[in-house]
């Protein structure tokens, strides 16, 4: 016998968001992962309002203080006696800012190129991919360098920077999916109606790419995170006062040996958010897989 709540749900049918949505929270791995980064993303945001260190004020008496309970510097300070859990706070929000952004806007012009690749096809196609190819054989550190350094280490040229080189994978994962999808008996039925071509692009087969779009960009986010440490790591990202985990990573790894705590609370944090991402990402492509329905 099926109770009223698993009778009601046969009756009306689910859809494929409700069970995606089911079987995600029936992964604990993930949906620990979520709470996780939603607890990192909320201290990013909120916890330097909360402390009573400023992110750049320098306390000369209190250099390199290893951490401690006994003092305001719980995370301990770097070698200017700036306090570090503040500087790891801020840090996580301009890397976790710089990480949203960035994959928002690939995401977008992946999107965009690769379904108007798909959908049109022939000689439209052929030159949008390879305009594609072209730029996957750009050497993506070298030109990043070169970018950042001819126009400066300002914040949005790093979003901008990192976004022209990371949106080619996802136009040919959502041009992969859109040649399939062309076909199908809906966009037929638009195109004998005389809908647009946009419209259909659109409001037809993008939609109808979101499942793979979505698992898609838990697979970015962290790629985009790690390329800003590292071009933060060689000292071409945020510029100081400013920081970011890359940046605060470069200075531990200069002081290791006399300060590890400077390196490890900045490097941990960072991999455990590249992690929870991973492991979110997991829990989405499992939930979002048709075959598990």
């Known amino acids: 016998m099926f109770k009223p709540k698993e009778?009601?749900?046969?009756?009306?049918?689910r859809s494929l968001w409700s069970d995606a949505r089911r079987r995600f929270m029936?992964?604990?791995?993930?949906l620990f992962s979520l709470c996780?980064?939603?607890?990192?993303?909320?201290?990013c945001v909120v916890g330097p309002w909360l402390l009573p260190h400023a992110f750049d004020s320098a306390d000369w008496d209190a250099m390199s203080i290893a951490p401690t309970l006994k003092n305001a510097h719980f995370?301990?300070?770097?070698?200017?006696?700036?306090?570090?859990l503040v500087r790891c706070l801020i840090g996580g929000r301009i890397s976790l800012t710089v990480g949203l952004l960035a994959t928002l806007a690939s995401v977008s012009l992946g999107?965009?190129?690769?379904?108007?690749?798909?959908?049109l096809g022939g000689k439209v196609d052929a030159l949008m991919m390879r305009v594609v190819d072209m730029m996957y054989a750009i050497p993506y550190l070298l030109i990043a360098i070169l970018l950042v350094t001819i126009l400066g280490r300002e914040f949005y040229l790093v979003v901008i920077t990192i976004t022209v080189f990371s949106w080619m994978d996802m136009a040919?994962?959502?041009r992969g999916q859109t040649l399939s999808l062309r076909s199908m008996e809906y966009v037929e039925a638009a195109r004998a109606i005389g809908v647009s071509t946009r419209r259909i692009?659109?409001?037809?087969?993008?939609?109808?790419?979101?499942?793979?779009?979505?698992?898609?960009?838990?697979?970015?986010?962290?790629?985009?995170i790690l390329t800003e440490s590292v071009l933060s790591f060689l000292g071409l990202g945020i510029q100081e006062p400013m920081t970011s985990w890359g940046v605060l990573i470069s200075d531990g790894a200069r002081v290791m040996e006399v300060s590890p705590w400077i390196l490890l609370?900045?490097?941990?944090?960072?991999?455990?958010?590249l992690y929870c991402i991973n492991f979110i990402g997991d829990g989405l492509r499992d939930a979002l897989d048709p075959k598990e329905r």
């Open 111 to 119: 999107i965009a190129w690769g379904a108007t690749a798909g959908f």
């Open 36 to 43: 996780l980064l939603t607890l990192i993303s909320l201290a």
């Open 172 to 174: 040919r994962v959502v």
């Open 7 to 13: 009778l009601g749900d046969l009756l009306a049918g």
């Open 75 to 84: 995370w301990g300070t770097d070698e200017a006696g700036r306090d570090l």
């Open 201 to 224: 692009i659109f409001a037809h087969i993008v939609p109808n790419l979101l499942g793979v779009v979505v698992i898609y960009t838990t697979v970015t986010v962290p790629g985009v």
């Open 26 to 30: 029936r992964n604990k791995a993930a």
């Open 265 to 273: 609370f900045p490097a941990g944090l960072l991999s455990i958010t």
